[in-house]
Each structure stands twice: as structure tokens, then as C-alpha cells.
Nanobody, 119 residues
Framework: QVQLVESGGGLVQPGGSLRLSCAAS????????MGWYRQAPGKQRELVAT???????NYADSVKGRFTISRDGTKNTVYLQIDSLKPEDTAVYYCVANIRRWGLEADYWGQGTQVTVSS
């Protein structure tokens, strides 16, 4: 059994910052890529950022320069530092991890954490 638990969402004013965390737990042999997606009301889920086990990062153009993804391999945790928040960043943020266990590899998703940017 694998579980991804996100935390750190909330209500923040435009221009503010948040730090999202996502911890993976359970029987895990290794984790390759970890990442964040988001889904705004009435829109499709979209990629925000990813980070490989080697630390290579990838960002959506809309968040470059404002969002920073990082991970702690010792804690099986991925973080998303969000700065200069805009109302259009309002969405449910989901983490995803590509996890290998018992010889099989699969993507596991968290339950999502709400980020609301409003004055």
C-alpha cells in the first residue's frame, strides 16, 4: 500500500507565498519522478512541475520564475514553493510520484490540496 499526503494549501492574498508538501509512505523500493499538477474549476488538470530522482526539474511556462519544486529523498517528500501568487493560480494541487515496488512501477496520486488566491 502506498499513500501520498499533501499539505500546505490555503487562502492567500495575491503576491503571497505558500509551500506545499507531499509525503509518500508505505512499501516503497524507489521513487523516480515526482511532480505537481493542478486543476482549476471547470478546467482540465495541468502539469505544474516535475523533478526526477537526479534533481532535473521541469516547469509549466505559466509558473516559471515563481514556483520552485524540490524533493528530499530521505523523506520521500516533494515540495512546491509558490511565490508571487496570482488569482489564476487558484486550483486544487495534486502531487504524483512514480514509485517502484515489488518489481512494478506505477504513478500514485495524492488527494489534493486547495490553493485559493484572493484579496
Amino acid at each position: 500500500q502506498v499513500q501520498l499526503v499533501e499539505s500546505g494549501g490555503g487562502l492567500v492574498q495575491p503576491g503571497g507565498s505558500l509551500r506545499l508538501s507531499c509525503a509518500a509512505s508505505g512499501t516503497i523500493f524507489s521513487i523516480d519522478t515526482m511532480g505537481w499538477y493542478r486543476q482549476a474549476p471547470g478546467k482540465q488538470r495541468e502539469l505544474v512541475a516535475t523533478i526526477t530522482s537526479g534533481g532535473r526539474t521541469n516547469y509549466a511556462d505559466s509558473v516559471k520564475g515563481r514556483f520552485t519544486i524540490s524533493r528530499d529523498g530521505t523523506k520521500n517528500t516533494v515540495y512546491l514553493q509558490i511565490d508571487s501568487l496570482k488569482p489564476e493560480d487558484t486550483a486544487v494541487y495534486y502531487c504524483v510520484a512514480n514509485i517502484r515496488r515489488w518489481g512494478l512501477e506505477a504513478d500514485y496520486w495524492g488527494q489534493g490540496t486547495q490553493v485559493t488566491v484572493s484579496s
